[in-house]
């Protein structure tokens, strides 16, 4: 049997990877393919409520502790997730330690650095494949407007948007990551994904690829 494969969306917020999540695990499955939809953070967890108080403005943490409860919070289903995957069930996911390390280094604190953001999400699963659904901030908030959470600013996501840009010329991030116009038609998203997600599912099936973990940065 073939093991699962893990399939990450990153983007803004409004990027459209809510909808585009949702669209590919419906085509995953009518192709007969078991599947896992996660997100992070998962605030169903006593860490993910935790964060949650944070992001809606009920309660302040400092920004190393806000940075590791995402962590924390990726790290207490991430043998789940293993294990899922060696069962033969895909997981998409919504947002994984991607946005964690943007986000919070995009708070210009001089002591947190994306590379010390990363390094708590080092042997984490590493995805088989990384959808980045590209988004100018003004397209985004086009959609709709910004919401009231903490991160949910023009200031903010701009820095956010340059800080993808330099996650993705990381380390290995550069081979994981597929870039997509989160800015174009849905339907037309949804084949772009499909399309890269199937190449994916091709180059581990074929080469009968393990799960890797994240590996520290050379
Ligand atoms: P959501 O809107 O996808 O639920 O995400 C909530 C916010 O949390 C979003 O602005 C991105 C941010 N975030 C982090 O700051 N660190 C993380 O590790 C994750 C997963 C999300």
């Known amino acids: 049997m073939a093991r699962g494969k893990l399939i990450v969306f990153e983007g803004l917020d409004r990027a459209g990877k809510s909808t585009q999540c949702a669209s590919l695990v419906s085509s995953l499955q009518a192709r007969g ?17 935790m964060i949650n108080a944070y992001l809606t403005g009920a309660s302040e943490q400092e920004d190393h502790v806000i940075h590791l409860l995402f962590s924390a919070n990726r790290w207490e289903v991430a043998s789940s997730i293993k294990a899922d995957i060696e069962a033969g069930v ?10 964690g390390c943007v986000y919070s280094a995009a ?27 590209d988004i100018s901030p003004e397209a985004a908030a086009q959609r709709g ?36 116009d989160g800015g174009e038609e849905q339907e037309k998203v949804a084949a772009a994904v ?8 091709g180059r581990v099936d074929q080469g009968s690829l393990p799960l890797r973990a994240v590996k520290p940065l050379q």
């Open 33 to 49: 393919h078991a599947v896992r939809h996660q997100r992070f953070p998962d605030r169903t967890t006593p860490i993910g409520q």
């Open 90 to 99: 895909n997981v998409v996911i919504d947002r994984y330690y991607y946005s």
């Open 107 to 133: 708070k210009d604190n001089p002591s947190l650095s994306l590379a010390w953001a990363r390094q708590p999400e080092e042997g984490l699963p590493r995805p088989d494949v990384v959808i980045f659904l």
């Open 145 to 180: 407007g910004y919401g009231a959470e903490k991160y949910e600013n023009a200031r903010m996501q701009q820095r956010v948007r340059e800080l993808f840009k330099s996650m993705r010329e990381l380390g290995e991030e550069k081979e994981d990551f597929v870039t997509i």
């Open 194 to 201: 499909e399309a890269a997600v199937l190449e994916a599912f």
